[in-house]
């Protein structure tokens, strides 16, 4: 079963509007950490913004917001006021093994954004 | 304030050579991770070490991939008698706790071409 569900495989916004692109995920354990990342052209992983379990409040990191919605296990990624330069593939990730030690990241299959001028 | 990295950035090999992928973690890591991405797919956990250690290597292959991150120097990811199927991104990590607090920071990758 997938852990980690983005079921947008590419998406269009505007140039200065927002954009929600999808994620959800699945696990049992009630420790867990939520990341989203941005993958340009280029290749290089850059850390968006990371949203705790136990967090009451929703993520964010500028234009960048997290809409946690803990009972339904989604954790979306808002991106504001859209840039030409946020064109990339957005990965959701899940940080997990807790119990092993290991916190190693199960990654969604991605987003594409395109933003249109 | 280097961040993580990794190199060579390009590699490309012939069918039964090895590969050799290096990453030197940030300062003050001492946590790396190898993930591996297939063309357009997401990140895929291989390895996950310490210094002299591997603690959990449940997503490599069984033959031909091998992890160290020794003492002194960077991890090294091996592959020995690399096939087409080798061919990938590999991106390495760094941490610096084993804590589920910690954002791993990602190098920019080694792109491997298997030909």
């Known amino acids: 079963a997938q852990k980690i569900t983005q079921t947008q495989p590419g998406m269009f916004v505007q140039e200065k509007e927002a954009v929600t692109l999808d994620c959800t995920y699945d696990t049992s354990d009630p420790s867990y950490g939520l990341f989203w990342y941005k993958q340009p052209s280029s290749g290089e992983m850059i850390f968006l913004i990371y949203?705790?379990?136990?967090?009451?409040q929703n993520a964010t990191e500028g234009r960048y917001s997290l809409n946690f919605q803990k009972a339904r296990k989604s954790a979306n990624l808002v991106i504001s006021a859209s840039q030409l330069g946020d064109s990339a593939m957005y990965f959701c990730a899940m940080r997990e093994g807790r119990d092993s030690g290991t916190y190693k990241y199960i990654f969604g299959t991605g987003t594409r954004l395109k933003v249109l001028a | 304030n280097a961040g993580v990295m990794q190199n060579p950035r390009h590699l490309v090999r012939r069918r039964g050579q090895e590969a050799r992928l290096r990453c030197s973690p940030m300062?003050?890591?001492?946590?790396v991770y190898w993930y591996r991405q297939l063309p357009e797919e997401g990140l895929k956990f291989m390895v996950y070490l310490q210094k002299e250690n591997i603690i959990d290597e449940s997503g490599m292959p069984k033959e031909r991939f091998s992890a160290e991150f020794p003492k002194e120097g960077p991890s090294i990811l091996r592959i020995q008698q690399v096939v087409r199927g080798d061919s990938a991104a590999y991106f390495c990590a760094s941490s610096a706790y084993r804590d589920g607090a910690t954002a791993q920071y990602f190098g920019p990758g080694t792109r491997l071409t298997v030909t």
């Open positions: 949203q705790g379990s136990y967090d009451q």
């Open positions: 300062k003050g890591h001492s946590h």
